[in-house]
Protein backbone atom coordinates (compact mmCIF):
# COMPACT_ATOMS: atom_id res chain seq x y z
CA UNK A 1 0.00 0.00 0.00
CA UNK A 2 2.71 2.46 0.67
CA UNK A 3 4.16 1.48 -2.84
CA UNK A 4 1.03 2.39 -4.53
CA UNK A 5 1.31 5.91 -2.50
CA UNK A 6 4.78 6.56 -3.08
CA UNK A 7 3.72 5.67 -7.08
CA UNK A 8 1.12 7.95 -7.01
CA UNK A 9 2.34 10.56 -5.18
CA UNK A 10 5.57 10.81 -8.69
CA UNK A 11 2.60 10.61 -10.57
CA UNK A 12 1.09 13.44 -9.65
CA UNK A 13 4.44 15.61 -9.27
CA UNK A 14 5.36 14.50 -12.39
CA UNK A 15 2.07 15.33 -13.88
CA UNK A 16 1.52 18.64 -11.92
CA UNK A 17 4.66 19.89 -13.31
CA UNK A 18 4.08 19.23 -17.03
CA UNK A 19 0.52 20.20 -16.73
CA UNK A 20 1.20 23.52 -15.21
CA UNK A 21 4.11 24.34 -18.40
CA UNK A 22 1.36 23.38 -20.77
CA UNK A 23 -1.43 25.67 -19.21
CA UNK A 24 1.22 28.62 -19.65
CA UNK A 25 1.24 27.55 -23.68
CA UNK A 26 -2.55 26.68 -23.88
CA UNK A 27 -1.75 22.79 -24.38
CA UNK A 28 -3.56 19.64 -23.98
CA UNK A 29 -2.11 15.94 -23.62
CA UNK A 30 0.13 16.99 -26.48
CA UNK A 31 2.06 19.46 -24.78
CA UNK A 32 2.66 17.88 -21.46
CA UNK A 33 3.80 14.89 -23.31
CA UNK A 34 5.94 17.16 -25.69
CA UNK A 35 7.35 18.99 -22.30
CA UNK A 36 8.13 16.02 -20.06
CA UNK A 37 10.12 14.25 -23.45
CA UNK A 38 11.97 18.11 -23.39
CA UNK A 39 13.02 17.64 -19.63
CA UNK A 40 14.00 13.66 -20.31
CA UNK A 41 16.18 14.93 -22.75
CA UNK A 42 17.04 17.60 -21.01
CA UNK A 43 18.20 15.36 -17.98
CA UNK A 44 19.67 12.33 -20.27
CA UNK A 45 23.47 14.05 -20.30
CA UNK A 46 24.76 11.44 -22.28
CA UNK A 47 22.13 11.52 -25.04
CA UNK A 48 21.85 7.68 -24.86
CA UNK A 49 17.75 7.41 -24.37
CA UNK A 50 17.95 6.62 -20.51
CA UNK A 51 18.32 8.22 -17.17
CA UNK A 52 20.34 6.75 -14.55
CA UNK A 53 19.93 7.63 -11.06
CA UNK A 54 22.65 10.09 -11.27
CA UNK A 55 21.27 11.96 -14.38
CA UNK A 56 17.48 11.70 -12.92
CA UNK A 57 19.13 13.59 -9.60
CA UNK A 58 20.14 16.43 -11.52
CA UNK A 59 17.32 17.25 -13.51
CA UNK A 60 14.50 15.41 -12.34
CA UNK A 61 14.46 14.93 -8.67
CA UNK A 62 10.87 13.42 -8.63
CA UNK A 63 11.62 10.53 -10.62
CA UNK A 64 15.29 10.17 -8.44
CA UNK A 65 13.18 9.98 -5.43
CA UNK A 66 10.98 7.23 -6.86
CA UNK A 67 13.79 5.38 -9.13
CA UNK A 68 13.99 2.20 -7.53
CA UNK A 69 10.02 1.97 -8.30
CA UNK A 70 10.35 3.39 -11.72
CA UNK A 71 13.25 0.79 -12.47
CA UNK A 72 11.03 -2.31 -12.07
CA UNK A 73 13.92 -4.19 -13.74
CA UNK A 74 16.38 -3.03 -11.64
CA UNK A 75 18.81 -1.81 -14.72
CA UNK A 76 20.10 1.01 -13.26
CA UNK A 77 18.01 3.02 -15.80
CA UNK A 78 15.09 3.91 -16.74
CA UNK A 79 13.65 5.14 -20.46
CA UNK A 80 11.03 7.45 -21.14
CA UNK A 81 8.82 4.82 -22.01
CA UNK A 82 9.41 3.51 -17.98
CA UNK A 83 8.72 7.07 -16.48
CA UNK A 84 5.63 7.34 -18.78
CA UNK A 85 3.94 3.73 -18.14
CA UNK A 86 4.86 4.52 -14.22
CA UNK A 87 3.04 8.00 -14.67
CA UNK A 88 -0.11 6.38 -15.80
CA UNK A 89 -0.02 3.34 -13.01
CA UNK A 90 0.19 5.79 -10.72
CA UNK A 91 -2.70 7.92 -12.26
CA UNK A 92 -5.02 5.20 -12.54
CA UNK A 93 -4.18 4.29 -9.11
CA UNK A 94 -4.81 7.11 -7.48
CA UNK A 95 -7.90 7.70 -9.41
CA UNK A 96 -9.06 4.53 -7.91
CA UNK A 97 -8.29 5.77 -4.54
CA UNK A 98 -10.12 9.01 -4.57
CA UNK A 99 -12.98 6.83 -6.36
CA UNK A 100 -12.64 4.42 -3.10
CA UNK A 101 -12.61 7.31 -0.27
CA UNK A 102 -15.87 9.00 -2.32
CA UNK A 103 -17.80 5.85 -2.16
CA UNK A 104 -18.16 4.82 -6.03
Do not use: C, W
Not at 55 to 83: R, S, W
Amino acid sequence: MMKRTIVAAVAVALLSAGAAMAQDQGGGKAARGEKFSERFDAADANGDGKLTLEEAQAKMPMVAKHFDEIDVDKKGYVTKAEVAKAMRKMMAERKAQKSEQSGN
